[in-house]
């Protein structure tokens, strides 16, 4: 579903940043990517979202050149990917039931027919009872639960999530990841970027570690 082969990214005329990226995910598979602070895992993340190109080498979505895409081509192909960003990225003049909901509402489906498994999801995540609260009042922790609610909520044939459970407490951190491993049971590639060590200890999956600007995989 996505590789890279070679990949090199630097800004502007300075060292490159990752050199020689060479990685796939296959359908389906689960992996986490780790390694120091700095290292580059968001960047990594941005790469595969198409928010950033390379500065060399190939990147291939969805058995696709991203190098040949037409701007017009883009949008489509990030609808496939769900991404949970650091900084969460919700609307503050929408509730968390509409932030949640938005990537159906903008599929054109009618709310009748989601309003169900968006609450059900926000139960789920425990924000059952934060339906209708503006994202300024929510803590860090909620934030950050209603942003993987929205990343999860259509059911994406990628997830990429960057530090998903840096702003939860141990308990909670464990049902995400089960929500993640059930997301990826029903076909959904996943790659968490993390540098908690007891999180990817609970899963016998794939990690990909990145240091100096290099890769390291070990499945």
């Excluded at 060399?56 to 991404?83: H, N, Q, V």
């Amino acid at each position: 579903m996505i590789r890279f082969e070679n990949v090199g990214l630097r800004y502007g005329m300075g060292p490159e940043v990752l050199r020689d990226i060479n990685f796939n995910i296959p359908s389906g598979s689960f992996q986490f990517l780790t390694g120091p602070s700095g290292a580059g895992k968001t960047t990594l993340l941005r790469l595969m979202f198409l928010a950033l190109k390379p500065t060399r080498g190939l990147i291939t979505i969805f058995d696709k050149d991203t190098s040949l895409l037409a701007c017009t081509e883009m949008p489509r192909l990030r609808k496939r990917i769900g991404i949970v960003f650091q900084d969460f990225r919700l609307l503050d003049h929408m509730t968390t039931y509409e932030n949640v909901s938005l990537p159906l509402h903008v599929r054109g489906r009618e709310e009748a027919t989601y309003r169900a498994e968006v609450e059900e999801l926000l139960h789920w995540v425990g924000l059952g009872e934060r339906l209708n609260v503006l994202p300024p009042v929510l803590s860090g922790g909620e934030k950050q639960r209603a942003a993987i609610a929205r990343a999860l909520i259509d059911q994406p044939e990628i997830l990429l999530a960057d530090e998903p459970t840096g702003n939860v407490d141990p308990p909670l951190a464990r049902r995400l990841l089960r929500l993640f491993v059930e997301l990826n049971r029903l076909g959904t590639a996943v790659v968490i970027a993390t540098h908690d060590l007891s999180l990817m200890d609970q899963l016998d999956a794939r990690r990909m570690i990145l240091d100096n600007g290099g890769l390291m995989i070990y499945d």
